[in-house]
């Protein structure tokens, strides 16, 4: 079997894969990097125009650039981690991922309407909870239950009014 390359050359066509400089992977890896060196200026400009309408007014730019320059809005809502912890801190028994997800939905339904995946979205944040401490993981009839830590570090620290008195 004869390659695309090879076939072209007997017909005496030219090699749409190949460049003057190289390949197509060659060039389109340096075209790539290209546009992320674009994309990073045109950031830099949008935030500057954002921050100088900021600072001096809208009037720096017409209406179309500074909405242009508006930085995106959030794509989720805030205050996952906030109501994983809350659901953990009146659970009766240790729970699960999906126990979690179904009682932050039940307590904010809005929470994770955006996410692809809300469970992997739980997880993660309880994971996180579990490297700083609040949560403790466990394990019951093979599945991974969570629950509060007894007693966090940050419950160990002196509170301000404590500082003072």
């Known amino acids: 079997?004869?390659?695309?390359a090879e076939y072209l050359a007997q017909i005496g066509a030219p090699n749409l894969l190949e460049f003057p400089g190289g390949?197509?992977?060659?060039?389109?890896?340096?075209?790539t990097a290209e546009l992320?060196?674009?994309?990073?200026?045109?950031?830099?400009?949008?935030s500057t125009l954002y921050?100088?309408?900021?600072?001096?007014?809208?009037?720096?730019a017409s209406p179309e650039v500074l909405k242009f320059a508006r930085p995106e809005s959030r794509k989720y809502k805030r205050g996952l981690s906030?109501?994983?912890?809350?659901?953990?801190?009146?659970?009766?028994?240790?729970?699960?991922?999906?126990?979690?997800?179904?009682?932050?939905?039940?307590?904010d339904p809005d929470l994770l309407v955006n996410?692809?995946?809300?469970m992997a979205s739980v997880m993660s944040v309880l994971r996180n909870m579990e490297h700083r401490h609040l949560v403790v993981r466990g394990f019951e009839h093979g599945r991974s239950v969570w629950q509060l830590a007894r007693e966090s570090p940050q419950n160990?620290?002196?509170?301000?009014?404590e500082c003072f008195q």
């Open 1 to 4: 079997m004869v390659s695309i």
């Open 23 to 31: 390949t197509v992977r060659q060039k389109l890896e340096a075209l």
């Open 36 to 46: 992320k060196d674009l994309e990073s200026q045109i950031a830099a400009i949008k």
């Open 51 to 60: 921050g100088l309408s900021l600072i001096y007014g809208p009037q720096v």
């Open 82 to 107: 906030e109501a994983c912890h809350s659901v953990l801190e009146y659970a009766l028994h240790p729970y699960s991922v999906s126990d979690v997800c179904a009682a932050v939905n039940k307590l």
């Open 115 to 118: 996410h692809k995946c809300p």
């Open 156 to 161: 160990n620290l002196p509170r301000a009014q």
